[in-house]
């Protein structure tokens, strides 16, 4: 059984919080109730007079007595002047008891005193009028006790009295009331708000705030009623306020918050604006309790009223370009169904079209007609464009690790510069690509100057940095050491400098790594690595130890040149994690030392470095090892890659992405094996083993010729890889993401011409996190059309990118 509540919102919350503690006891250690007042010393007490005698107890017919003297008694903070300059009895007059009776609510009025009384004392002369007051007390401490799920900040933010005041037992009141709101609007319905009064010396009090908070109450369930044109499930898809689930621990879904459910209300309006039902019309939504307070069931009633479609389309005002031109940039068109999201585009471009002028406070207002016997909806665009403006002061605020010069080279606004509203989401946009922030947000605001604009660029910085010590075990590596030290935002400068070792008994690698995208304060880049590398591939052994220099030059904003100089030491040793131990391959098991040098052309639009949504990155390299420069080895190597981000609905993002690689021996020597093409693994195609795919030949198990010959991996002189995958949110507030993923591609020998036939495939799916350690990747591939011997599926686990 459910009872429901038909009013507004704010009331209902209001009327169900006192519901839930009707009838509930103040705690026992928390006793709502003033301390008494500190009691006068005997010399002071008037009451304690001979003959002394209160005011009210004058009879009614008794000759007014002549006041000598106005005292007070009882005053510890207060002083005398300022109580005197309460009251109106003065000494030398007549006592009027009607004027004393004034005197003391002048005196309440202050709300410094719990007590006043009147007294008359014997005088030499006659009576002295003493007023006998009980101060209140003052505040020393104000206390939270029972708060956990809320932080003590924002409790204290509600709290309406402060220390070193005098107490207030209504703000004191009102404040049990805030806290007790500010509970209901996170979902803790039946939080129970009381407050005690500890005594300290001195007439002094601790005002401690007693809470219970109590579990929050679960959204159980989200109806519509009205909704003939529209599916709850897809209006559902709308809200922030969702239905509670066996998970809603750890995915915070069925929490009820006012502020949000009232921000709720105005998105379906708008998404209803959208599709045509421009008269929508929500009644106030009902809230039901469940019995057991546990859970509520919300429900909304929608009048949706007709569909319109889009009649005549104008723009008016302060037309600086031809109509024509401004009509061509218009996403309003007649005959459609109006689209209130065409709107906003429609008053952004003409907007911006202004603003880019110059003219910052120019505004698009719109004028409407509705023609209801045809459905049509007649829009008009007014535009006010205003006056010309400058930049003023740019502000930046929020980066506490990060050095004001990377964020503001990141700009391309500048003070004293005419208003640019394009280069203003230019300049926020760049700033977001940096990755460093989790919230990136440039507002314009008015400056002192009438014909300037400040400018405040606000972010939060996210975790950029890791550092880690681990061991553990896996199924392929075994025992597993590894520490870890990174940071993308070094010092502060946006330089990335990485430190790593790892131990396992498929590798050994020490790296240490330092990148600076904008070296000198240039466009100009540059970064060196410096590795020690022992790796069991599929079919050999390998150890390197070298070094790298790049120097590179970004220009128009996406696209950047780079030349790299590397330097390895290389030995190859049969075996690997196949086993094929002591059975050396003729001109592929090499020992020696590669000299190259490198160029890569490069473009980089996507929206944040480290967790991008949309935009693409894309390469063209182009290497070169040669007897010239002191290497040993011979060869050319081309490689084209490409990967294309798309968001996708509920915070899900779509990622396609293909590499290309040819290698060749310009001397017609063959390719040393560690430099061919290895595809297969958590970094080529999922769902094989590392380096498990492409060209093999046969090659005696044993120095024995009558050993029984193997399959040996030689890696490709070609390889093509496409994947295509889908991350998506699992539990948000914790950084963890699932991903699904399909990938395709092979390695192929010297004259074999890529073929998309002979692509191997897999399929899987994976988990993501963003730990305090760094980017963590566990995925599961299962090969589809698996070959004899290959393992039906393939678990890999990465530490340190995605």
């Known amino acids: 059984m459910r009872r429901s509540l038909t009013r507004m919102i704010p009331a209902f919350l209001a009327l169900m919080v006192v519901s839930a503690t009707a009838g509930a006891q103040p705690p026992e250690s928390a006793p709502a109730t003033s301390p008494s007042p500190a009691p006068l010393p005997a010399a002071e007490d008037p009451a304690g007079s001979e003959g002394a005698r209160q005011v009210r107890d004058l009879a009614p017919n008794e000759l007014p007595p002549t006041v000598t003297d106005v005292r007070f008694s009882g005053l510890l903070r207060i002083d005398r002047q300022t109580a005197a300059q309460r009251i109106s009895t003065k000494p030398g007059g007549t ?10 609510r002048n005196l309440f009025a202050t709300a410094a005193f719990d007590d006043i009384q009147a007294w008359l004392v014997p005088d030499e002369d006659g009576w002295a009028l003493v007023y006998r007051i009980a101060e209140r007390p003052a505040i020393e401490a104000i206390r939270l006790e029972g708060a956990s799920e809320v932080k003590d900040e924002d409790i204290r933010k509600k709290i309406l009295i402060r220390t070193a005041t005098i107490l207030d037992m209504n703000r004191v009141r009102q404040s049990v009331e805030a806290i007790r709101d500010n509970y209901v609007e996170q979902g803790f319905f039946l939080a129970e708000i009381d407050y005690k009064l500890v005594p300290r010396p001195e007439n002094l009090v601790d005002v401690v705030f007693v ?29 922030a306020t969702q239905e509670g689930s066996l998970l809603s621990f750890l995915t915070g879904k069925g929490t009820f918050a006012r502020e949000q459910f009232e921000q709720d209300l105005q998105r379906l309006e708008f998404y209803y604006n959208t599709k045509g039902f421009v008269e929508v019309r929500f009644e106030q939504p009902v809230v039901s309790l469940s019995r057991d307070r546990r859970f509520i069931l919300i429900s909304i009633t929608i ?18 370009f031809p109509k024509e031109e401004l009509m061509k940039k218009l996403s309003l068109k007649p005959g459609e169904i109006f689209n209130a999201m065409n709107v906003q585009k429609d ?35 007014v535009i006010q464009k205003g006056e010309t403006a400058r930049f003023g002061r740019i502000e930046i605020t929020g980066n506490e690790g990060t050095r004001d010069w990377t964020i503001r080279r990141e700009l391309r606004i500048y003070e004293g510069d005419l208003y640019n509203e394009t280069k203003l989401r230019d300049s926020e946009a760049r700033i977001r690509r940096l990755g460093f922030f989790e919230k990136v947000e440039i507002r314009p605001k008015p400056a002192q100057a009438p014909d300037e604009v400040d400018v405040v660029v606000e972010v939060k910085e996210r975790q950029t940095g890791a550092f880690s010590v681990g061991a553990g075990f896996s199924s392929v590596e075994n025992f597993l050491f590894q520490a870890q030290i990174s940071k993308q935002n070094f010092l502060g400068r946006g330089q990335n400098l990485r430190l790593e070792a790892t131990l396992s008994s498929l590798r050994r690698y020490f790296v240490l790594s330092f990148d600076d995208p904008y070296f000198l304060d240039t466009d100009w880049t540059f970064g060196f690595s410096a590795f020690n590398t022992d790796l069991a591939n599929y079919n050999f052994s390998q150890s390197s130890t070298g070094m790298d220099l790049t120097l590179g030059r970004r220009f128009a904003d996406f696209f950047s040149v780079a030349a790299t100089y590397r330097l390895e030491g290389v030995d190859v040793r049969a075996g690997g994690q196949e086993g094929v131990a002591d059975v050396p391959v003729a001109n592929l098991d090499q020992t020696g030392l590669t000299s190259s040098l490198a160029a890569t052309f490069a473009f980089d639009n996507r929206d944040d470095r480290m967790f991008p949504t949309k935009g693409n990155v894309s390469s063209v390299s182009l290497e070169w090892a040669g007897s010239q420069i002191g290497s040993d080895f011979d060869f050319i190597r081309m490689q084209v890659r490409s990967r294309q981000y798309f968001p996708l609905i509920w915070g899900a993002v779509a990622k396609i992405a293909g590499s ?10 063959p390719v040393p094996i560690f430099e061919r093409f290895q595809v297969g693994g958590i970094f080529t195609v999922r769902g094989f083993e590392r380096a498990s795919l492409g060209p093999s030949i046969p090659v005696g198990s044993a120095r024995d010729p009558n050993a029984y ?34 990938d395709a591609g092979n390695a192929y020998d010297d004259g074999d011409w890529p073929n998309p036939l002979h692509m191997r495939t897999a399929a899987g799916f994976g988990i993501r996190w963003w730990s305090p350690i760094g980017p963590l990747r566990f995925e599961w591939g299962f090969p589809l059309k698996r070959h004899k011997g290959e393992p039906p599926v393939v678990f890999e686990f990465n530490i340190g990118t995605f």
């Open 95 to 104: 006592l009027d008891p009607d004027v004393v009776s004034e005197d003391i």
């Open 709 to 742: 010959p193997a399959s040996f991996k030689i890696g490709g002189a070609q390889q093509l890889v496409f994947n295509a995958e889908i991350e998506f949110p699992i539990f948000q507030q914790i950084g963890v993401r699932g991903v699904v993923f399909f």
């Open 303 to 320: 009048h949706e009223g007709p569909q319109y479609r889009v009649g005549e389309v104008d723009v008016t005002g302060d037309m600086l």
């Open 660 to 669: 290309w690689g040819y290698i060749f021996s310009p001397t017609g020597q």
């Open 211 to 239: 809470i219970r908070e109590h579990a929050k109450v679960k959204v159980q369930r989200i109806e519509f009623l009205g909704n003939h044109n529209i599916p709850a499930d897809e209006l559902k898809k709308h809200i």
């Open 347 to 381: 008053a952004m471009a003409l907007g911006d079209k202004y603003k880019d002028l110059g003219y910052a406070f120019a505004n698009v207002g719109n004028a409407t007609n509705f023609r209801r016997e045809e459905l049509l909806l007649d829009f008009t665009y």
